[in-house]
């Protein structure tokens, strides 16, 4: 029955009867399924229309063996009816007449109930007649009536019958109880209040533990995640973010301006990724490039860039143009491409992470101290250094943190003193050094989320349904 006409007929015959004792009762007489007058009944009273009280009971139901010997007879009496009442029968061809297991169960019960003499050659009636009262106790709990326990515990120990806790409700009317359900209101309007219907209108509660829908879209990638947390860590240092809106350089910031020479393995196209068209820059700073003995179309050549460095450049050259100079931090978080075979640690194009510190008179010693609180932030606080070789930067030191997880140090970034080479053509005054450091943005992220492939983490390969799920990360701060 249509569910509005099932609740119909609850509310009615609790406005004629008072109450409905059992729903079990109720589904019957009126032919309907009982699941649904419990579901219509939570419902009600959920909106206190009706008061339901649960009622429980256990009974004994039918096992499918049982619903067929109920149906059918039991095997014993089968089995009785199949020997002729004088002189017997074979027990070869008896047995032939039935099923083997049920045959087996039938002569247990016959013998037991001694109706039949089982001998090896013949099988002979004891009595003359018998009455299958296995099958009338099955029917007798069908119709729900009371039989023996002894008799229970025979039918149960035959598997015949099975206890079924069985629930329903006693029902009677709610404290707000009324034939039709109110519609409740769940927009409060200007009209409710102009027409004065507030004062009789029913407000639908707030359910505070209703799930919101998942939205469907507009998930951030876990690279978008640890980004924006390092942001934040640079933020509170009081760094500056660099504009890094720019994927295609020049070679000549991506290179030259960092004291890369143009001879340098890195500007071959094994490593770099050359534009074919536009292949050369518009515009180079003419004043700056003046100090420079090198080839200018070389310096033109546009490349996707590298490193981030190629920014800072830029960005250090205009602050040199300032005067009076004044002190800064910079930092970046952006792609770069590198022309290189992708593995499972490698892309040819991710993200680098950059910091940079313009001040006079900085020392290698502040730099160590900087990214102990940079990285002590990022959740490392167990660093060493170790010495190494950029073109742009001397001294330069590799950056390794403890990884706890892996039981070894592992390689987290590089970092240096930006070279006097670099920062006098851009035009600092002389006392003026930098301090810098990079590492990749996919690094932490893989080991903030478990990734052990990078293709997993970024491209074609990724898992959206990952990316749906994967939760807020929180650095060690
Ligand atoms: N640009 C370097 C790289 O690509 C990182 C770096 C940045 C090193 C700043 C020193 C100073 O790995």
Same mark, same amino acid.
């Given at each position: 029955?249509?569910?509005?006409?099932? *609740?119909?007929?609850?509310? *009615?015959?609790?406005?004629?009867?008072?109450?409905?004792?059992? /729903?079990?009762?109720?589904?019957?007489?009126?032919?309907?399924?009982?699941?649904?007058?419990?579901?219509?009944?939570?419902? $009600?009273?959920?909106?206190?229309?009706?008061?339901?009280?649960?009622?429980?009971?256990?009974?004994?139901?039918?096992?499918?063996?049982?619903?067929?010997?109920?149906?059918?007879?039991?095997?014993?009496?089968?089995?009785?009816?199949?020997?002729?009442?004088?002189?017997?029968?074979?027990?070869?061809?008896?047995?032939?007449?039935?099923?083997?297991?049920?045959?087996?169960?039938?002569?247990?019960?016959?013998?037991?109930?001694?109706?039949?003499?089982?001998?090896?050659?013949? &099988?002979?009636?004891?009595?003359?007649?018998?009455?299958?009262?296995?099958?009338?106790? $099955?029917?007798?709990?069908?119709?729900?009536?009371?039989?023996?326990?002894?008799?229970?515990?025979?039918?149960?120990?035959?598997? #015949?019958? =099975?206890?079924?806790?069985?629930?329903?409700?006693?029902?009677?009317?709610?404290?707000?109880?009324?034939?039709?359900?109110?519609?409740?209101?769940?927009?409060?309007?200007?009209?409710?209040?102009?027409?004065? =219907?507030?004062?009789?209108? *029913?407000?639908?509660?707030?359910?505070?533990?209703?799930?919101?829908?998942?939205?469907?879209?507009?998930?951030?990638?876990?690279?978008?995640?640890?980004?924006?947390?390092?942001?934040?860590?640079?933020?509170?240092?009081?760094?500056?973010?660099?504009?890094?809106?720019?994927?295609?350089?020049? /070679?000549?910031?991506?290179?030259?301006?960092?004291?890369?020479?143009?001879?340098?393995?890195?500007?071959?196209?094994?490593?770099?990724?050359?534009?074919?068209?536009?292949?050369?820059?518009?515009?180079?700073?003419?004043?700056?490039?003046?100090?420079?003995?090198?080839?200018?179309?070389?310096?033109?050549?546009? &490349?996707?860039?590298?490193?981030?460095?190629?920014?800072?450049?830029?960005?250090l050259y205009s602050l040199a143009q300032q005067r009076p100079f004044t002190p800064q931090r910079y930092f970046s978080i952006d792609r770069v491409f590198r022309n290189e075979a992708v593995d499972r640690t490698h892309l040819a194009e991710f993200h680098q992470i950059e910091g940079v510190i313009c001040d006079r008179g900085l020392t290698l010693a502040d730099l160590m101290q900087v990214l102990q609180d940079f990285f002590k932030k990022m959740g490392m606080s167990n660093l060493k250094f170790k010495a190494t070789c950029n073109p742009y930067t001397e001294p330069s030191m590799e950056i390794y943190s403890y990884h706890e997880g892996l039981k070894?140090?592992?390689?987290?970034?590089?970092?240096?003193?930006?070279?006097?080479?670099?920062?006098?053509?851009?035009?600092?005054? =002389?006392?003026?050094?930098?301090?810098?450091?990079? #590492?990749?943005?996919?690094?932490?992220?893989?080991?903030?989320?478990?990734?052990?492939?990078?293709?997993?983490?970024?491209?074609?390969?990724?898992?959206?349904?990952?990316?749906?799920?994967?939760?807020?990360?929180?650095?060690?701060?």
């Amino acid at each position: 029955a249509e569910k509005a006409i099932v *609740e119909k007929a609850i509310l *009615e015959q609790l406005e004629s009867k008072e109450e409905i004792s059992n /729903s079990g009762d109720f589904a019957t007489c009126n032919g309907y399924d009982h699941e649904e007058i419990k579901n219509i009944t939570r419902s $009600l009273h959920g909106f206190q229309l009706v008061d339901a009280q649960e009622i429980k009971k256990e009974i004994w139901e039918l096992t499918n063996e049982g619903k067929t010997y109920a149906e059918n007879g039991s095997p014993e009496f089968h089995l009785f009816l199949a020997v002729p009442p004088e002189g017997g029968i074979s027990t070869d061809i008896l047995k032939k007449k039935f099923d083997n297991k049920v045959y087996n169960i039938a002569c247990i019960a016959a013998k037991k109930n001694e109706w039949l003499e089982l001998g090896k050659e013949q &099988v002979s009636r004891k009595v003359q007649s018998v009455e299958d009262s296995v099958r009338d106790l $099955l029917l007798q709990i069908k119709d729900g009536k009371i039989i023996s326990s002894k008799d229970i515990k025979e039918l149960k120990r035959r598997k #015949l019958i =099975e206890l079924k806790t069985w629930n329903g409700y006693s029902i009677r009317k709610g404290p707000k109880f009324s034939l039709e359900r109110k519609k409740l209101v769940s927009v409060f309007t200007r009209e409710h209040l102009l027409r004065g =219907e507030w004062k009789n209108l *029913e407000f639908k509660k707030y359910n505070f533990d209703a799930n919101a829908l998942p939205p469907s879209g507009g998930h951030l990638h876990p690279l978008l995640k640890v980004r924006e947390r390092i942001r934040n860590i640079f933020i509170t240092m009081g760094f500056k973010e660099m504009q890094t809106n720019n994927y295609v350089e020049s /070679s000549f910031w991506n290179f030259d301006a960092l004291f890369q020479p143009q001879q340098h393995p890195a500007r071959d196209s094994h490593d770099t990724f050359f534009l074919e068209a536009p292949s050369t820059t518009l515009s180079l700073p003419e004043s700056y490039l003046d100090k420079y003995e090198w080839k200018r179309e070389e310096a033109e050549k546009n &490349v996707f860039r590298t490193h981030t460095t190629a920014v800072t450049a830029r960005v250090l050259y205009s602050l040199a143009q300032q005067r009076p100079f004044t002190p800064q931090r910079y930092f970046s978080i952006d792609r770069v491409f590198r022309n290189e075979a992708v593995d499972r640690t490698h892309l040819a194009e991710f993200h680098q992470i950059e910091g940079v510190i313009c001040d006079r008179g900085l020392t290698l010693a502040d730099l160590m101290q900087v990214l102990q609180d940079f990285f002590k932030k990022m959740g490392m606080s167990n660093l060493k250094f170790k010495a190494t070789c950029n073109p742009y930067t001397e001294p330069s030191m590799e950056i390794y943190s403890y990884h706890e997880g892996l039981k070894k140090w592992v390689e987290i970034g590089n970092s240096g003193m930006f070279r006097p080479e670099m920062l006098r053509p851009m035009g600092f005054p =002389e006392d003026v050094t930098a301090i810098a450091w990079g #590492l990749s943005l996919e690094r932490p992220t893989m080991i903030l989320y478990g990734i052990d492939n990078i293709r997993d983490l970024f491209g074609p390969k990724v898992d959206l349904s990952l990316i749906k799920r994967n939760p807020i990360c929180k650095l060690g701060m």
